[in-house]
């Protein structure tokens, strides 16, 4: 088993390594969607502890997001205020420890995702 988790390991390493910056953002994306499915499964679980862990991680998933946003294109203006609400309803489902409020981020980040799936489309990344 541990034999397979190294492999798997190896291959994120190797595909993260190698990507494209825009194919990079989809990636956290999906990360961030992952752990905000889990957290959601938790708190219905009311495993509070797995919660928390899993909202902090799409918190941190979101403030390198906004930290790398270049700010000399006015789209990231619009980025930056998303990532923003984002993160502020994060910190409240963690709080809160609401199941509402995860449901409502996993939902903006589903679309955001999805959008991006399309400009990456659009640019002939994907």
């Known amino acids: 088993m541990a034999l397979a988790a190294n492999a798997y390991a190896q291959y ?4 993260a390594s190698t990507a494209k910056p825009a194919e990079l953002t989809l990636m956290l994306y999906d990360g961030a969607i992952k752990f905000c499915n889990i957290a959601e499964g938790a ?5 509070v502890s797995k919660a928390n862990d899993n909202i902090i991680k799409v918190e941190r998933i979101i403030e390198y997001l906004q ?6 294109y006015e789209v990231a203006k619009d980025f930056d205020r998303m990532y923003s609400y984002i ?7 963690n709080i809160k420890k609401e199941l509402e409020i995860l449901q409502e981020v996993n939902g903006h980040l589903h679309a955001i995702r999805d959008t991006w799936i399309e400009v990456m489309k659009k ?3 994907r």
């Not at 708190?43 to 495993?47: I, P, Q, T, V």
């Not at 993160?87 to 489902?93: F, G, I, Q, V």
């Open 12 to 15: 994120a390493n190797t595909k």
């Open 43 to 47: 708190l219905e679980a009311k495993d």
């Open 67 to 72: 930290a790398t946003l270049d700010m000399k």
């Open 87 to 93: 993160y502020s309803r994060l910190l409240e489902a």
């Open 123 to 125: 640019n002939g990344v």
